[in-house]
């Protein structure tokens, strides 16, 4: 290829990529502004707050609206020192709105039922009483919003906690009764997770003096120039047995093949669709695949169970690091005995669990499909808003049984 074509080339996937971006900040405004005019319309405009309140508010949803979407170029292009409290009060912002939503949506429902209750019944409205009726129910769900928002924030943010989960294994060995694996799962390095909270978790794992470390994905939101440093105390997580590594869906947004060459500088087995033996003949087996929506982003990812599990001694235990629970369909149909996910986060913020559910078969704990078990960690970290409400973070020791 000439060098006039090659710089064509380049130059049209830039145009793309530019074109892309602006199309895609133009939706994220268009949202943004459109969720912001209802917080105005609903807590400004309807209860008719007097001068100079309305006007505060009003400008404060506006500049909150811009910052919601300008995230995107404060992770991109500004340093991270500079940048990082924008972010803090963006992606803190981002939890306070969903609180707002959650709230305001029912809030309406009730307006709305009210409503059509008093035209049913034949009663004139009462242009008092309706904006008496706005001022009590925005009072209401803004109080709730921020209360909510106070207490996800302190659950989201104090230290992790260690969650024993014990898991019987049929075929386990007598022998390794007992066998405690460390799982982390869902850290999310990134905008307001760094280098101090990776050692923290390197800290307790360390504690506790496990047989095997394993991380299940999503262990960044960013690339390995920027975020490199901060994973760099992985390196002293110490077992037995080694520490192991799992794909999950944000490795492939932020240059999968990097972070995986990254992560074997400091000493961490990344498993890519294979299985390796645990303890020799008396122990047994754990594999690891790519993450299920792997083979969107091509470069040769993707799940493959069956290439992991070629050669398998059905006789032996198997463990599974898959980093979405849904894996554990076909993970059930080649008698896997455990399968350990993330993905979920728990939910992170009722009652998004619930909406989780519709996407997931298992959203946190212990569970089962035919003869294979499932645990799904509610994550170590945190994903967007510092946040987290009625489902905390967790390091997840698990300790394997035989039966």
Request: net charge positive; proline share 5%; aromatic share 8%.
């Amino acid at each position: 290829m000439s060098p006039s074509c090659s710089g064509s080339g380049t130059e049209t996937t830039t145009r793309m990529s530019l074109s892309r971006a602006l199309i895609m900040l133009s939706v994220l405004l268009g949202i943004s502004g459109s969720v912001h005019y209802y917080f105005w319309a609903r807590l400004v405009r309807d209860t008719k707050l007097p001068p100079p309140w309305n006007r505060i508010l009003a400008i404060a949803l506006v500049v909150l609206a811009v910052l919601s979407v300008s995230w995107i170029l404060l992770v991109r292009f500004v340093p991270r020192d500079i940048g990082a409290p924008a972010l803090w009060l963006t992606f803190t912002w981002f939890g306070v709105m969903f609180f707002l939503f959650v709230l305001l949506v029912p809030a309406d429902l009730i307006r709305v039922l009210t409503g059509l209750g008093m035209r049913v019944g034949g009663s004139a409205a009462d242009p008092a009483r309706r904006e008496f009726m706005s001022r009590v129910m925005g009072t209401v769900v803004g109080v709730g919003a921020f209360g909510l928002s106070g207490m996800a924030a302190y659950t989201g943010l104090r230290s992790v906690a260690i969650k024993k989960v014990p898991v019987v294994l049929a075929r386990l060995p007598r022998a390794l009764s007992g066998y405690r694996i460390v799982q982390m799962t869902d850290i999310h390095v990134g905008p307001t997770i760094g280098q101090t909270f990776i050692e923290e978790l390197v800290q307790k794992s360390n504690a506790l003096d496990p047989d095997m470390v394993v991380i299940t994905g999503d262990l960044v939101d960013g690339r390995v120039s920027e975020l490199g440093k901060f994973c760099e105390p992985l390196r002293n997580l110490r077992s037995r047995d080694g520490v192991y590594f799992v794909t999950g869906n944000h490795e492939y947004y932020s240059g999968v093949d990097e972070w995986i060459a990254f992560l074997q500088t400091v000493g961490i087995r990344v498993l890519r669709n294979e299985r390796v033996s645990i303890r020799g003949q008396g122990g047994f087996d754990l594999a690891g695949i790519d993450d299920f929506r792997a083979g969107d982003f091509g470069n040769g990812h993707g799940p493959d169970l069956s290439k992991a599990l070629t050669g398998r001694d059905p006789s032996r235990s198997l463990v599974l690091l898959a980093h979405q629970p849904k894996a554990v369909v076909e993970a059930a149909e080649n008698n896997v005995d455990l399968q350990l996910s993330g993905h979920t986060h728990g939910g992170q913020l009722f009652p998004f669990n619930y909406l989780v559910a519709l996407e997931q078969p298992f959203v946190a704990g212990l569970h089962r499909k035919k003869d294979t078990q499932v645990y799904v960690s509610c994550g170590t970290g945190y994903w967007g808003p510092p946040m987290r409400l009625g489902i905390p973070a967790e390091i997840t020791e698990i300790e394997l049984r035989s039966a």
